[in-house]
């Protein structure tokens, strides 16, 4: 018998070879245990351009190229290592401190090892992605080394030793080999490789083994700039492990550990959603889970549990005697807590005095109607699954500063006012308290440990001055995630090298006419708001001899110019829409494609892809097909030109007709979409008017609409509903699709009980049908608003539309509920949407203009383009509003105006009002109403508040109301706003007179 | 968790610490079930296979249902019979599998029909079967080349006439095939963790020769990255059949020491190639 055992020295090989085992335990709680080869070598370069040896050796790809040196040879030096240095940080300085690696005055020449990266991507994925995209930014000089690889760093654990222990012995070798390793250069000025921690058991084990070591907090404070930098250090850590908790410091119970939480979850015992805050009342919460049809509520600072708005929790459900209503009383943080210390934590008992106070109406309440069964189920949290934190702009809370600290340099603890109502306070320690006052900050959350009431975070960066038009513009954006930044130059390498002077080519025989139909014959026109550049669609129609109708829209080919997988599409992909603001627009393509080579501009050929119908005179569609095409247009109109012209009966020429015939089809479209119970849904909008050369607003109005806009959103409709067909025909897996979901009857239920009673009007909403008709019956023969109300109203009771693909849903669930339609998708604006951009893709495809591409037939590929630009399209559409608010507030700048307004919700403790001339919501506290705070009575049952005291009078929903609305910048909150005031009650009340922001930002 | 392999473009090392053209670690022994009629035991990382050859004997169909069959010498010689067993501790979460898992039939049906390309069969007589069972005692990629290199050696032990080494292996390539990246290097020999995030093909030749006996590709993958993963597949089978040529002279060296066979005998019946 052989025996196959051998020993491993006798293997020549062995020096070079390890192994790596580990365990991990799987999502359904298996055990693993993995075994991974891991092969020595010793060709893995130190990328230190001072470094020649390791240049010889150094590896090359496929195609024989060798990647470049990064760590520059001449390094900056510091007082400490005037040589100059490489930092190699370990894995919680990178934790803790990411934002200040990502600075560009300072922390250049990183060396991240892989023991670091791998600890790292374990602990935070966005940081690890972070942490990858300096490696790849080519000024920052960030390198990888992979140590575990090289054979001379490579180090085994040893009995009994932890894997952190080991990890530090691992970074701490490493450091050591790349000091001797640059030694060996023979270089004048030979550059000290130091570690970078913040432990101090590592610091003092590199001492000893004397290998450079600095703490972070000494490395920064001896920077230039230092001072500045040291605010961006995590807080939590630097306590470290010094402070020893003791039982009672703990405010929060402790949150379940994450077996425990699956378990329970599995079980259905607990359950699992995104913690959403309540916009009025920050101690309230909901959560959505899907063993319920309705929406569980987190009541309270306790059961909150240091959730955030947006984070995925798990909770458990309260007992039955403890279920409450829904709140009817505004809550806001800061008046409730608005005197807190951000300093003294200590022996402060959870939920305050006040706040206790706060909800104490609500219990005793609850006490009497309970009974009746309108008590929702409540729950607790009691676990994050996923913290959902991002960075948060705000202001400081001027009252948590101290005043010496106004002068003074020293640090001390503050409150940071987030602009979105529904995140919590943040303490931040800063030493610049005094500078930051009266500034748009941008924070991150760190940590909320049990023994802090608030967040902990730290500052980021400063935006600028309160209220000047650059900070507020750059806080919206970042607080909607807005990629705003200018375009890399990779992804403006990817635009056509003619630049502005690209042409179409003159010769049909040019790669560019391959396939394409010449249109130019056709007269073409587009119609677009006022100043439009980015031109996306144009139009035609034209008779047929058979006396059908020829329609064609003409969409912008944007897939012609961008294509799949390079740099500029990734962008696009990335930044998913382009955001319209007041003042500024923030585009997904580069201007050059946005407002000129793609944009349908007049008198210019261009590029189209053409989707062209017979209609007949009833509007039927007789056929329909796809072409990519080049068109000319004729003239691009405004909205109240193409109007003028239409209804100008003199004008008899062709493209007058041409027009005339796209309304009188788009009119029979239109009765035909909402015959099929397509709804129409309303929101407030208002443009904001600003004086052309400051662009300073000056004043508000409300969109009109004209027959116009309805004649391009039919064709669009119709436009996008033919491709969905299409594509959707031809890809039954990867087509991209747009869906509105029918919204469940449930979201209905608040707004159907409220007509009910104060009006005796009947919301049905079995089927959009039903609902188009029940709306349109909500009116007020006195008040012509009433309807726009109830149907703004309706409107936020529904589902969103979102993009996906269609593999992912059955094809009934396709249905988008709003327009009626079975299949959607989004085709006409390519410019602006990549939704769009992808549609044209798998459109090109489906027409056999080109091969699909890879990107745009994988499906785990779409869902996640689908995700990305649920997302951001939603955020655009916030920013958007968020940013017409703003200026309507700075229109409002120094004025005082009444204007009607009409209450929309109704709480014990005040109510919210509409003003439909500018667009904007805003909450009206009793408080506000007269001095003393009058008392009052809540009818919770008929939505009527009355109150008496200081101020006599009732106010009940959909109420009609004069509101006084006055500018004033309130220095509590440094928020910029209107104040609403007194005024006519129009049916029975007397005067009102309230006080509140409006257009806060 | 160790890293994955979108960290390949960092240092141009994959997830294991090899570059892209450079094979595992591989170990071989032949003979290891003297009882046998031909044996190897073959190690390429952490993929370790035992092979047991028996045969040519009669054909016996009870023993050959679950294998699969093939033909050589176009039905003229004897018939190669492949039947997989894959231990149930052979991956990381304890499995059995049956007799008729649909993945195993198709690569018995995949290394018989290659082998019988390679074994001069007609020296048998089509009324004999050769019996090759393939033990998998631990799995980690390139499962497939594997096999067929570990069969290939125990042919070679058995003494079964063959025109060449069989021999196969992986090759991938380094993102995935919706990223469409076009600077995508190759792989050479794909672990587990490489096989199931990126694209991969296991290729057979017939010694080092460029002759392809088999190739399987059951992921997507641009065409435009195929030809360099066959390519790098090629180059890899070259270096896996010199190892095999290795093992198989040092194996013939030690008989020669202990005398099992007489040196004129050894140049004549070596020196196959």
Redesign the interface.
């Given at each position: 018998m052989t025996s196959l055992k051998r020993s491993l020295e006798s293997d020549p090989a062995s020096a070079n070879f390890s192994s790596k085992t580990y365990v991990r335990s799987t999502k359904s709680g298996k055990v693993q245990k993995i075994v991974r080869e891991v092969y020595l070598r010793q060709d893995i370069p130190c990328s230190s351009k001072l470094c020649s040896r390791c240049r010889n050796t150094a590896p090359a790809n496929a195609v024989g190229v060798v990647s470049p040196f990064v760590l520059s040879d001449k390094p900056a030096g510091t007082k400490e290592y005037p040589q100059g240095h490489y930092l190699v940080p370990d894995t919680n300085a990178l934790l803790n401190a990411m934002d200040l690696f990502e600075q560009s005055t300072a922390f250049y020449d990183v060396i991240i090892l892989q023991t670091v990266l791998e600890e790292l991507r374990n602990r935070s994925l966005p940081l690890y992605n972070r942490l990858i995209g300096l490696t790849k930014s080519e000024d920052k000089r960030f390198y990888v080394f992979f140590n575990e690889f090289r054979l001379e760093t490579y180090v085994t654990r040893e009995e009994g030793e932890s894997i952190n222990d080991r990890n530090d012995r691992a970074v701490r070798r490493a450091v050591q080999w790349y000091n001797s390793h640059l030694a060996q250069t023979k270089s004048k000025k030979l550059p000290t490789v130091v570690m970078l921690t913040d432990d101090r058991g590592n610091i003092e084990k590199a001492k000893a083994e004397n290998v450079p070591a600095t703490r972070l907090r000494e490395y920064v404070s001896g920077l230039e700039n230092g001072e500045r930098l040291l605010d961006m250090i995590v807080e939590s850590q630097e306590k470290g492990i010094s402070r020893d908790k003791k039982a009672a410091d703990l405010l929060y119970p402790e949150h379940f550990s994450l077996s425990k939480m699956m378990t329970g979850v599995k079980n259905g015992m607990l359950h699992q959603g995104i913690f959403n805050v309540s916009p009025y009342n920050y101690l309230e919460g909901s959560i959505k889970v899907p063993a319920f049809p309705k929406a569980l509520l987190i009541l309270g600072r306790d059961n909150i549990n240091r959730a955030v708005d947006g984070d995925v929790v798990v909770v458990e459900v309260l007992p039955k005697d403890q279920w409450k209503e829904p709140s009817t009383k505004i809550i806001e943080e800061e008046a409730v807590t608005k005197n807190e210390n951000a300093d003294g934590d200590e022996g402060e008992d959870l939920v305050t005095e006040k706040e206790r106070r706060a909800l104490q109406e609500e219990v005793k309440k609850t006490h009497i109607t309970s009974t009746e069964g309108r008590a929702q189920p409540t729950a607790k949290v009691v676990g994050v699954i996923k913290r959902n934190w991002r960075q948060y702009v705000g202001h400081v809370d001027q009252s948590s500063v101290s005043q010496s600290a106004k002068q003074g340099r020293k640090q001390e603890s503050v409150f940071l006012v987030p602009m979105d109502k529904k995140i919590p306070k943040i303490r931040i320690r800063t030493r610049q308290a005094g500078e930051l006052l009266g500034k748009r900050i941008l924070v991150t959350i760190d940590s909320w440990d049990r023994d802090s009431r608030h967040p902990i975070g730290h500052f980021v960066r400063s935006l600028g001055e309160l209220e000047t038009k650059a900070a507020e513009t750059e806080a919206l954006l970042l607080e909607y995630d807005v990629q705003y930044r200018p375009f890399p130059k990779t992804v403006l390498d990817c635009l056509p090298k003619e630049g502005h002077d690209w042409r179409v080519p003159t010769s049909t025989d040019d790669p560019g006419w391959k396939g394409r139909e010449d249109l130019r014959p056709l007269i073409i026109c587009s119609i677009d708001p006022v100043g439009c550049q980015d031109i996306d669609d144009a139009l035609h129609a034209r008779p047929l001899p058979n006396g059908n109708y020829e329609v064609g829209v003409h969409i912008a080919d944007v897939s012609h110019f961008v294509k799949p997988s390079n740099a500029m599409d990734h962008e696009a992909s990335i930044r998913g829409t382009t955001v319209y603001l007041v003042d500024k627009r923030i585009d997904m393509l580069p201007m050059l494609l946005g407002t000129d080579l793609c944009s349908l501009k007049p008198y210019v050929e261009r590029y189209a892809f053409s989707t062209l119908w017979e209609i007949d005179a009833d509007a039927n569609i007789v056929n329909v097909r796809f072409t990519k095409s080049v068109i000319k247009s004729r003239e691009a109109f405004s909205y109240e030109q193409a109007q003028l012209r239409i209804d100008d009966a003199s004008q008899q020429d062709e493209l007058t007709q041409g027009m005339r015939t796209l309304l009188m089809l788009s009119k029979k479209l239109k009765q035909k979409r909402m015959d099929a119970g397509a709804l129409s849904l309303s929101s407030p909008e208002v443009k904001v008017q600003m004086e052309s050369e400051t662009s300073d607003p000056i004043d508000v109005k409300t969109k009109e609409l004209l027959d116009t806009n309805s004649l391009v959103e039919e064709f669009m409709l119709l436009a996008n509903i033919s491709v969905a067909d299409k594509i959707y025909q031809s890809f039954p897996q990867t087509a991209i699709l747009r869906r509105h979901g029918a919204p469940p009857k449930t979201n209905f239920d608040e707004l159907s009980n409220q007509l009910k009673i104060k009006r005796g009007l009947e919301l049905r909403c079995d089927s959009s049908r039903a609902l188009a008709d029940s709306l349109d019956a909500c009116t007020d023969p006195k008040e012509p608003f009433f309807n726009t109300l109830i149907r703004i109203m309706a409107t936020r009771c529904m589902m969103s539309a979102e993009y996906f693909c269609a593999g992912t849903q059955a094809y009934p669930e396709f249905r988008h509920y709003g327009l009626a339609s079975e299949i959607y998708t989004h085709f006409t604006s390519p410019i602006r949407r990549y939704a769009d951009l992808v549609a044209h893709r798998q459109l090109a495809a489906a027409i056999d203009y080109e091969p699909m591409h890879p990107a745009v037939r994988s499906r785990g590929k779409l869902e996640a383009v689908c995700k990305n630009i649920n997302v951001r399209h939603r955020n655009a559409q916030l920013a958007g509003r968020a940013s017409i608010a703003y200026y309507v507030g700075q229109a409002l700048k120094g004025r005082v105006a009444d204007e009607e307004g009409f209450v929309m919700k109704i709480f014990s403790n005040g109510f919210v009002v509409l003003v439909p001339r500018f667009g904007i919501e805003s909450v009206i506290r009793l408080r506000d109403l007269a001095e003393p705070e009058p008392d009052s009575t809540f009818d919770a049952e008929n939505y009527v508040l009355k109150t008496s005291g200081s101020r006599d009078l009732s106010v009940e929903l959909f109420q009609k109301v004069i509101v006084r609305i006055s500018d004033a910048k309130d220095e509590a909150t440094g928020k910029r706003g209107g104040q609403d005031g007194a005024g006519q009650g129009v049916f029975k009340n007397g005067r009102i007179h309230a006080l509140d922001r409006v257009g806060t930002i | 968790?160790?890293?994955d392999t979108s960290?390949y473009n960092?240092?141009?090392?994959r997830?294991?610490?090899?570059?892209?053209?450079?094979l595992?670690?591989q170990?071989a022994?032949m003979?290891?079930q003297?009882s046998a009629d031909g044996s190897a035991?073959l190690e390429m990382?952490?993929t370790k296979i035992q092979c047991i050859i028996s045969g040519p004997n009669e054909r016996d169909t009870k023993s050959t249902s679950s294998a699969s069959t093939a033909p050589t010498s176009g039905g003229q010689g004897a018939t190669v019979a492949v039947s997989i067993m894959i231990a149930p501790f052979a991956t990381?979460?304890r499995k059995r599998r049956g007799r008729n898992d649909k993945r195993v039939q198709e690569m018995q049906t995949t290394i018989a029909s290659g082998l019988a390309a390679a074994v001069q069969g007609q020296s048998y007589g089509p009324r004999s079967t050769i019996h090759i069972s393939l033990n998998v005692l631990s799995q980690?990629g390139s499962l497939l080349a594997c096999l067929i290199n570990a069969a290939s050696l125990a042919l070679v032990d058995a003494g079964v006439p063959m025109t060449d080494y069989l021999v196969a292996c992986t090759a991938g390539s380094t993102s995935s095939?919706?990223?469409?990246?076009e600077?995508a290097?190759?792989l050479l020999d794909l672990?587990t963790?490489e096989e199931q995030e990126l694209p991969f093909l296991t290729l057979a030749t017939m010694g080092a020769t460029d002759k392809v006996v088999a190739m399987v590709c059951e992921s997507?993958v641009?065409l435009t990255r195929l030809e360099?993963m066959m390519a790098?597949a090629a180059d890899g089978c070259k270096g896996v059949r010199d190892f095999l040529d290795g093992v198989v002279r040092d194996k013939g060296e030690l008989m020669v020491q202990e005398g099992a066979i007489g040196r004129g005998e050894v140049v004549s019946s070596m020196d196959l190639d």
């Open positions: - | 968790m160790p890293l960290t960092l240092a141009l090392l997830v294991d610490g090899r570059r892209w053209n450079e595992r670690q170990k022994q003979g290891v003297p035991y990382g952490n990381v979460d980690d095939y919706a990223a469409a990246d600077e290097d190759p672990n963790q997507r641009q360099g790098t």
